[in-house]
């Protein structure tokens, strides 16, 4: 079996401390997909490297989302028009744009 040296995996590990994930407060089994209870509190919790532990509290989906994506929330710049080539007379499939 190839097995990775410890250094690689200790480097993907430290990679990850920081993250954030939000866990709606309700009771039940564990973490459940966020659309289903959109309007229900949300615990913001931080990965430290060994266990998910208490960052900040949110009062639904979408104040969590404005914690764990803040860059998300400014506005898309506008689209470029793509410049699409002058295509040559008729209204066949295959037609080829035309030579400068």
Known sequence: MDDEPLSQWAERRDARIGR???VPLLTGDG???SHLNPDAPRAVQR???HMWEP???AAN?????????PHATAPAPAPVPEATPKLGPGTGRHR????P
């Open 96 to 99: 080829k744009p035309q030579a």
């Open 31 to 33: 973490p459940r997909a």
């Open 47 to 49: 990965w430290n490297g």
């Open 61 to 69: 989906l979408a104040e969590a989302r404005r914690i764990l994506f």
């Open 55 to 57: 960052h900040s509290f």
């Open 20 to 22: 954030l994930r939000a």
